[in-house]
């Protein structure tokens, strides 16, 4: 698990990743392995090059173009 910062205050830049394996092997001539993998991204939309303050919402009501 990572729990990481980003440059702007309260944006997070967190993941969880699991990779669980598991073989089963029922004889000497037969092998079953299963693998799984789950990855959960949680970061918001801040990490973008522009600041959404005068990008998506108007700032003094005028906008960066």
Do not use: C, H
């Not at 598991?22 to 001539?29: C, I, L, R």
């Not at 299963?34 to 939309?45: F, I, S």
């Amino acid at each position: 698990m990572r729990e990481g910062k980003t440059q702007v205050d309260t944006v997070d830049d967190d993941r969880i990743f699991l990779a669980p394996s598991f073989t089963w092997k029922p004889s000497d001539d037969t092998t079953l392995t299963v693998l799984g993998a789950y990855q959960r991204d949680r970061a918001g939309w801040g990490l973008q090059f522009l600041p959404a303050d005068g990008t998506v919402f108007r700032r003094n009501g005028r906008r960066i173009r």
